[in-house]
């Protein structure tokens, strides 16, 4: 069975920083792109950076600068460094494990920046 695990959301000043992570299974983690997506309330789910399996990252312009997606194929985790949050980063943050052919999803974690 697939897991993804999120963990380090909270409560932040604007122009503080969050670490999330994300733990997922042994079985998926090494063949899979890892994605951290997130949600305002009201608002549509959106991509927020990528990593491939070999490392290769991508991220929406709104956080270029900011954030950072990393991933450790030995812990089976891919993490996300956000610096300088803004209050337009409030939302609950997903970690997502994609192939060609499936798409899992964890449970999301909420991470609130106020101004």
């Known amino acids: 069975q697939v897991q993804l695990v999120e963990s380090g959301g909270g409560w932040v000043q604007a122009g503080g920083s969050l670490r999330l992570s994300c733990a997922a299974s042994r079985n998926i983690f090494s063949i899979s792109a890892m994605g951290w997506y997130r949600q305002a309330p009201g608002q549509q789910r959106e991509l927020v950076a990528t990593?491939?399996?070999?490392?290769?990252?991508t991220y929406r312009d709104s956080v270029k600068g900011r954030f950072t997606i990393s991933r450790d194929n030995a812990k089976s985790t891919v993490s996300l460094q956000m610096n300088s949050l803004k209050p337009e980063d409030t939302a609950v943050y997903y970690c997502?494990?994609?192939?060609?052919?499936?798409?899992?999803w964890g449970q999301g974690t909420a991470v609130t920046v106020s101004s």
């Open positions: 997502k494990a994609y192939g060609p052919r499936y798409n899992y």
């Open positions: 990593i491939s399996t070999s490392g290769s990252t």
